[in-house]
């Protein structure tokens, strides 16, 4: 069982910056692949970036690559996303999951534990 807990969202001016972090309990996190989700109103969840186990592999969603990065410290059983040059058109709510057994890896269902979310609003 691993327990998600996000933090960090918050309202921001286009073209700032977040971060996101994402706490996990237990002691397994590091055999985890990590992704981060968002939802906007009225849109399904999206894929925004995923990071395997090691951390050193990562993959993005179209739109937010070189804006996003995603990381994690498994010393600290945390995942982050850096997000910069905000745009309005990122305005959701994110959320971070766990999965070992996944393929694409960009998909909800290959992942089996999820956080509540945090609110990101991008004001333009």
């Known amino acids: 069982q691993v327990q998600l807990v996000e933090s960090g969202g918050g309202l921001v001016q286009a073209g700032g910056s977040l971060r996101l972090s994402c706490a996990a309990s237990g002691r397994t996190f590091s055999t985890y692949a990590m992704g981060w989700f968002r939802q906007a109103p009225g849109k399904e969840r999206e894929f925004v970036a995923y990071i395997n186990w090691s951390g050193l592999n990562t993959l993005y969603e179209d739109s937010v690559k070189g804006r996003f990065t995603i990381s994690r410290d498994n010393a600290k059983n945390t995942v982050y996303l850096q997000m910069n040059s905000l745009k309005s058109e990122d305005t959701a709510v994110y959320y971070c999951?766990?999965?070992?057994?996944?393929?694409?890896?960009?998909?909800?269902?290959?992942?089996?534990?999820w956080g509540q979310g945090t609110q990101v609003t991008v004001s333009s």
């Open positions: 999951a766990a999965g070992q057994w996944g393929t694409t890896w960009s998909k909800p269902y290959e992942y089996h534990y």
